[in-house]
């Protein structure tokens, strides 16, 4: 009887976004992010004809590259020399719009979040992080 008084289907899940950031005590840093984002374009080639472009996001140092554009897509830590869109962040403000405590919208509006290039390439950003956006919710 215990257990029927739990909402059915996770409703509970919302209030425990903090457990989808750390897996197994590890700090999720911008090498992790991009390490699983690589992983994700590795398992799921459908993304290259999706998105059909070049990012480069500048966190922080860092420069990294999602090329979804050529061949079946590749993760790496440089910057591309002709992007389609260019992604610029402070790390933690990455961090958290990654995680879901930041909405994309809102730090694009409060300057955190800087595009450059062709904007219609920064609206299918979701294609590639909503996945733990949505874990997060």
Do not use: H
Not at 98 to 124: R, W
């Amino acid at each position: 009887p215990a257990i029927d008084d739990t909402p059915p289907y996770g409703e509970e899940t919302p209030a425990a976004p903090a457990a989808a950031a750390p897996a197994g005590g590890a700090a999720v840093t911008v090498s992790s992010v991009f390490a699983e984002l690589k992983k994700k374009v590795e398992a799921d080639p459908t993304l290259v004809q999706k998105v059909a472009g070049v990012y480069v996001f500048v966190v922080g140092n860092e420069k990294w590259t999602v090329d979804l554009k050529n061949g079946s897509g590749k993760v790496e830590p440089r910057a591309a020399e002709k992007p389609d869109c260019t992604v610029t962040m402070k790390e933690a403000d990455f961090l958290a719009l990654v995680s879901g405590q930041l909405e994309p919208q809102s730090a694009f509006m409060k300057g955190l979040l800087k595009i450059g290039g062709n904007m219609s390439f920064a609206m299918k950003l979701g294609l590639l992080f909503n996945s733990k956006k949505k874990a997060a919710l």
